[in-house]
């Protein structure tokens, strides 16, 4: 088996724990043994899309680390707590709590690209430790700011009336609370949910905290749910009991994308027998007509390697070990 199992991360489960289910999955179902690898760590309070990387998709994993999430988030003001999220013990209070159109206004200024400090409890590594680590032991932990691109963030439409849009807000205009006149934009709220679209590295959590603080107040992510993670979005997702259900029915591979799936934005390279033969010896192909760039190199459909060509040059960036009868799964 070659390719991704998208697992719906449930609450509480961590990364590594999801992986460690998969490969129980697996064993279990009698599937033979084979490599599995997650591309891109979520956070136990967090739930939704975690790409499981199976046999040589494991080789993309860090692809996925690489590419744009998109998350659902929550931010609760007035608290902020040492994790900025709800796991942590609150450092510092605020009774301000902005209003509709205080959160509108701000939000461009935290889109496209900025800097943003990470959280001291991360995986970030402080002089070989990790910061996670470090801030748990009750030592000081100071990160450096770093450059990130928030490339899309608004605010969430919700099932609510109240949430049906930011336009649909303003379109409301006034409407009447015991009997006052108050207009919508001038609500003030306990919290907002956002979805934003952001570049790899982006800290949620910090981008909560940076809200907060530019509204006057101080905050923290109650809720954090990722709907996307590269090509991987929620309706290639799986529940943990769906997974196992398909384990023992021994049906796993109707939830297994293929390969290239965690490849969508390239091309493909059709391969002779003979080319696809050079190319796993690690030979480089010449007189190849194809634009220079990134291609998928394929040999009657099965994944020979990821391939740059380069001036009619073809050299292999990472080969795959599958042989033709694994062509129907990747």
Known sequence: MHGWIILDKPLGLGSTQGVSAVKRVLRDAGYAKVKVGHGGTLDPLATGVLPIAIGEATKLAGRMLDSDKVYEFTIGFGVQTDTLDAEGVPVATSDVRPTLAAVAAVLPRF????????????????????????ARAGEEVVLASRDVVVHALSRHPSESGDDASWADQQKRGPRFRGGDEERADDVRTDEITLTAHVSKGTYIRSLARDIAVALGTVGHVTYLRR????????????????????????????????????????????????????????????????EDGRYLACADDVPVALVEVRDGNVRVVRGFNIDMMSKEHT
């Open 111 to 134: 889109t496209g690209p900025i800097a943003q400090v990470p959280p001291a409890y991360s995986a970030l590594k402080v002089d070989g430790a990790r910061a996670y680590d470090l």
């Open 227 to 290: 709907t996307k993670s590269g090509p991987f979005d929620l309706s290639h997702a799986i529940s943990l009991d769906i997974m196992g259900e398909a384990g023992r029915a021994r049906a796993l591979e109707h939830h297994l994308l293929p390969l290239r799936a965690g490849l969508d934005d390239i091309p493909a390279l059709p391969l002779t027998p003979a080319q696809a033969g050079a190319l796993r010896q690690g030979r480089v192909l010449d007189g190849i007509a194809n």
